[in-house]
């Protein structure tokens, strides 16, 4: 079994892999003062639940991959990796692990790890060009050639974070819940925020991806769009331009890099 694990700035998600099979996954808040203790028992707590793996931490993981937007988590996930998996290998991924990708950018090792992972899995998946708009934190859209390059890409606020920027700036206004309203007209302040936020991320994906498109290949219909991130469902039924939803792509990103790396370690 192979143990992923995808730290964001909001949510970490865990997933474990028998062969190419997702077989279970979890999402836990992140929380940057948890400690390498902390997250050992947290683990332990999680993989307990499954038949297929034993009862002391570590039974049944044969390797473990992965990336982190939060330094201080990396960190403590290393030392977890340590002494309490000691005889598994880990891929931690940073500069130097290999991911297949060639990173075209100003300074690769300033992309984060989780943007190289989701491009190795759009590659390995759907090939080039792609764009993958990860619904997380942050939206971002990145760009992959079609060669399988990764060439850059676009960072916008998140859905989550937009929505709280309404809440505590708009005097009038609160924290919604992230709902479809009956219509794009909200009749209420509640249906009309959802309609700003749904409607208006949709089209803010359109617009960007349509522009990113145009600029990655000469017919922009070549261009494989791909959706992933937590809220990604919000936005699906009412994007134009999304072409394939995969809810693990970057833990899929993980295992290929885990496969890469395993046989150089």
């Known amino acids: 079994m192979l143990l992923t694990i995808d730290v964001g700035n909001t949510h970490t998600v865990l997933g474990l892999f028998d062969g190419e099979d997702i077989v279970e996954h979890w999402r836990i808040s992140t929380d940057a003062r948890r400690t390498a203790d902390e997250l050992a028992v947290l683990l332990q707590g999680l993989m307990g639940m499954h038949p297929l793996l034993g009862d002391e931490l570590g039974d049944g993981i044969d390797g473990i991959a992965i990336c982190a937007t939060v330094p201080s988590v990396l960190h403590e996930l290393r030392e977890v990796t340590r002494r309490y998996y000691g005889d598994v290998p880990a891929v931690l991924v940073e500069p130097g692990v290999k991911t297949g990708v060639p990173i075209l950018t100003d300074n690769p090792k300033e992309v984060g790890a989780d943007r190289i992972i989701n491009a190795v899995a759009a590659v390995e998946l759907y090939g ?75 089209g803010q994906v359109d617009g960007v991806v349509g ?28 994007s134009s331009v999304i072409d394939e939803h995969e809810p693990w792509l970057t833990l899929i990103g993980l295992r290929l890099v885990y496969e890469r790396n395993v046989s150089r370690m």
């Open 128 to 202: 080039g060009p792609a764009i993958v708009v990860d619904f997380g934190t942050a939206t971002t859209f990145d760009a992959v050639s079609a060669r399988g390059e990764y060439v850059g890409g676009v960072i916008a606020p998140g859905i989550e974070i937009s929505v709280e920027a309404l809440g505590v700036k708009g005097a009038q206004l609160r924290k919604i819940e992230v709902a479809r309203p009956r219509s794009v007209i909200g009749k209420n302040t509640v249906e009309a925020m959802q309609a700003g936020i749904i409607y208006g991320f949709a």
């Open 211 to 238: 522009r990113m498109a145009r600029e990655l290949a000469e017919d922009p219909d070549d261009v494989t769009v791909i959706a992933t991130g937590g809220l990604a469902p919000m936005v699906l039924g009412e």
